[in-house]
């Protein structure tokens, strides 16, 4: 994410619109690249941005924004693209978490100017750490190879440090490890994809719960795969319910992050360099308005999500033991049984 930042080259004080439920990962480069980070309110069936949230929170500072396939279930990229390019805002893909996914037939990752993948190994495939950008642009290709490069132009004429930069540059072992990951994607991906269809058979009748909400025209690939739960159903609430889990011994994690990204001190308090407060000094006051009316897709959201694990290694025998253990904690737990 810092790389495709860096590409994208904001001056000062510019602005980067994202959303709030994410990993920090993807916020921080924004405050490292001296621009402010403005969030969108999220569509709470989805947990993504959409081209309406967007762009109630464009500006004429705006320099890009990001856009974050959240579990793997894409953004509606055909609305947002269309958006982008009337304003001419370069889009970032963040999928970390969406190898393979698709909108409208389309892979995400090429629909905006930039797409970024995730080698962690908790993603897809894995390579132990890091990760990888992809773009069709030449002059972007160029800016993030210069930029992870210490902007050393390796093989230039008269080779320099033409721009700040880092040292990003991904060793040659992690690099082997992630080129063998990717002629198994496809077949990790389409076993993903059959056990969350199978846990949606198993699960769409309960009462109280909802099944990943994906589009039609979406390819959800599910880095996990997620409840939504209406919490006053249930004893105990949200966290009621996932602790009827866990003594069921399916692992689980409500809420995903335990509150939005502006939240944190850094963004809060706007911690950055020393006590400078830098980049927020530069910033306009709606863009750090994070009163919590304006965003209540993003608490709505937070409030009813119950994360569940799932990987490709998941068998008939493991999806029917999930499923039978959250209907047996529903029926247990349920205010109102039917």
């Known amino acids: 994410m810092h790389t495709a930042l860096a590409a ?3 001056e000062p004080g510019d602005e980067v619109v994202t959303t709030a439920i994410t990993d920090m990962g993807a916020i921080t480069p924004i405050l490292y690249q001296a621009a402010v980070p403005v969030f969108a309110d ?17 500006s004429p500072r705006t320099k890009a924004i990001v856009v974050t396939h959240l579990f793997g279930n894409p953004c509606r990229m055909g609305e947002i693209m269309d958006l982008a390019r009337a304003r001419r805002i370069p889009v970032i893909e963040d999928c970390a978490q969406a190898f393979g996914a698709e909108w409208n037939g389309r892979k995400v990752g090429v629909w905006g100017d930039i797409g970024c993948f ?20 030449p002059e972007l290709a160029r800016r993030m ?28 072992l992690t690099g082997a490890v992630a080129v063998a990951q990717l002629a198994k994607l496809g ?11 199978q846990l949606t058979a198993g699960l769409n009748d309960l009462p109280g719960i909802s099944t990943p909400a994906v589009d039609r025209r979406a390819k959800h690939t599910y880095w996990k795969y997620c409840l939504r739960v209406e919490g006053d159903r249930f004893e105990g609430g949200l966290e009621g319910l996932a602790r009827g889990l866990r003594e069921r011994d399916i692992l689980c994690a409500p ?14 308090q706007q911690r950055t360099f020393g006590n400078s407060r830098f980049p927020f000094t530069l910033a306009r006051p709606e863009a750090v308005d994070y009163r919590r009316e304006r965003f209540p897709g993003t ?10 694990p799932l990987n490709e290694k ?15 904690a529903v029926q247990q737990l349920l205010r109102d049984k039917p």
């Open 145 to 172: 190879y210069l930029f992870i490069n210490k902007a050393w132009g390796y093989g230039d004429r008269n080779p320099d440090h033409y721009f700040l930069a880092l040292n990003y540059r991904m060793n040659e």
């Open 187 to 197: 077949e990790f991906v389409e076993r993903r994809v059959k056990a969350a269809a």
């Open 255 to 268: 809420r995903y992050i335990q509150k939005p990204a502006f939240e944190c001190q850094v963004l809060s």
């Open 299 to 308: 608490y709505e959201a937070l409030a009813s999500v119950l994360v569940l």
């Open 118 to 137: 995730s080698l962690q190994q908790g993603k897809h495939i894995t390579a132990g750490e890091g990760g990888l950008v992809t773009t069709n642009d």
């Open 314 to 328: 998941y068998t008939d025998q493991h999806v029917a033991y999930v499923v039978d253990a959250i209907r047996d």
């Open 42 to 58: 999220v569509d709470p069936l989805t947990y993504n941005v959409t081209a309406r949230t967007i762009e109630e929170a464009l």
């Open 8 to 10: 994208v080259d904001p």
